[in-house]
């Protein structure tokens, strides 16, 4: 019985894990894309005469996106279908 329990929190760690890793780099190339995004509204004629108001407005929103997404919680990940915690565990590390 220990084994089992030590086997699905061994399940969860891999599977929280590896939705971080891979959210991490979804969310950094969103960011990314936003930070282009916008640099490329600030190059745009209607905003050369706004600039200054549109960074003030946009500054503050931009900086609290960070690269790193928020961690699971051991809930959250027991939420995760069993089938795709099996998925996890057959990928190659």
């Known amino acids: 019985s220990d084994r089992n329990t030590m ?3 061994d399940d969860f760690e891999l599977a929280a894990s590896a939705l971080t890793a891979d959210f991490k780099v ?3 190339m969103l960011l990314t894309r936003l930070d282009v995004t916008i640099q490329s ?3 745009s004629e209607r905003c050369q005469d706004r600039e ?3 960074v003030a407005a946009l500054t503050p929103l931009r900086s609290a996106l960070q690269d790193d997404p928020p961690s699971f919680s051991r809930a959250e990940c027991e939420q995760i279908p069993r089938a795709m915690v099996d998925a996890l565990s057959d990928a190659p590390r």
């Open 52 to 54: 200054a108001e549109v």
């Open 7 to 9: 086997d699905v929190g």
């Open 41 to 43: 509204f600030l190059w």
């Open 26 to 28: 979804r969310r950094r």
